[in-house]
């Protein structure tokens, strides 16, 4: 990896890390880096969270991180959530939309590029039992191997009843 290519990921994550530092409704965030930047189908990152209040809805992200050279528009990603009491839900595919399918332009915000995308992936989320959450995510595209794919998470926030 090139110092201009690395010097770029340590400035975006940088911001990323300051931009997400002061929200007060944050439950959970974490980001799992792809080794050679590429997401192998084997990879399955793995994602535990403590949920304290019942009583509060949650909004669920998914965070990914990618270069503008990603060979797709979109991405597949299905997820499976485990609560204290097991299976919370059935396993859910998701089409997460990286680039504008029309105009091909990158979606989310980046410095040269490298891109960083929060989709809302769970609105509104009850967690039903307090204990703690495993959200495991897995590519769901039609090839092994997705190059440019630098990294993916998970965000766990209060919901905040739009005004």
Not at 34 to 63: G, H, L
Not at 131 to 156: C, F, K
Request: hydrophobic content about 40%.
């Amino acid at each position: 990896m090139n110092q201009r290519f690395a010097w770029k990921l340590a400035v975006v994550g940088g911001l990323l890390s300051l931009l997400t530092a002061c929200d007060p409704n944050r439950v959970f965030e974490q980001n799992t880096d792809f080794p050679k930047y590429s997401w192998d189908v084997q990879q399955k990152p793995a994602f535990t969270f403590a949920i304290e209040d019942t009583t509060a809805r949650y909004d669920v992200f998914f965070n990914v991180r990618f270069a503008s050279a990603y060979g797709f528009y979109n991405l597949y990603v299905k997820h499976t959530l485990t609560g204290p009491a097991g299976p919370a839900g059935p396993p859910l595919l998701h089409q997460i939309l990286l680039m504008d399918p029309k105009t091909g332009e990158p979606k989310g915000s980046g410095t040269g590029d490298i891109y960083d995308l929060q989709a809302l992936a769970l609105p509104n989320q009850h967690f039903a039992k307090p204990g703690n959450y495993t959200l495991t995510l897995e590519q769901y595209m039609r090839q092994d191997q997705l190059p440019g794919l630098m990294a993916v998470g998970v965000r766990v926030a209060k919901h905040v009843a739009k005004k």
